[in-house]
Nanobody, 124 residues
Framework: QVQLAESGGGLVQAGGSLRLSCVVSGRTVSGYGVGWFRQAPGKEREFVAGIGGGGFSTAYGDSVKGRFTISRDRPKNTIYLQMNNLKPEDTAVYYC?????????????????WGQGTQVTVSS
């Protein structure tokens, strides 16, 4: 059974930083793409960042480019999302997800297993 567990969310002031972690069990992060998504109240879930199964390719949503960095620790089977220069509009529940493709996908339908989410709140 594949499971994902996010952690690292919290309350931070604008301009601050947080690092989210996503521990994957039951499926290796080597060979399968992992994505980070977020969902704010009343809005659709949106793609934030993704890392390919090879660990070398990454992709970011336009609103976070230059501020967020996705990485992985293969021995720990863990994906990280370093978030710097946070803005109030980054406030959302952040989810990680894994799919059966090695490539990075931006659509939620491309992922078959999701974590429970972690709340990130950025105050102005």
């Amino acid at each position: 059974q594949v499971q994902l567990a996010e952690s690292g969310g919290g309350l931070v002031q604008a301009g601050g930083s947080l690092r989210l972690s996503c521990v994957v069990s039951g499926r290796t992060v080597s060979g399968y793409g992992v994505g980070w998504f977020r969902q704010a109240p009343g809005k659709e879930r949106e793609f934030v960042a993704g890392i390919g199964g090879g660990g070398f390719s990454t992709a970011y949503g336009d609103s976070v480019k230059g501020r967020f960095t996705i990485s992985r620790d293969r021995p720990k089977n863990t994906i990280y999302l370093q978030m710097n220069n946070l803005k109030p509009e980054d406030t959302a529940v952040y989810y990680c997800a894994t799919g059966l493709a090695a490539s990075i996908r931006t659509a939620t339908s491309a992922y078959d297993v999701w974590g429970q989410g972690t709340q990130v709140t950025v105050s102005s």
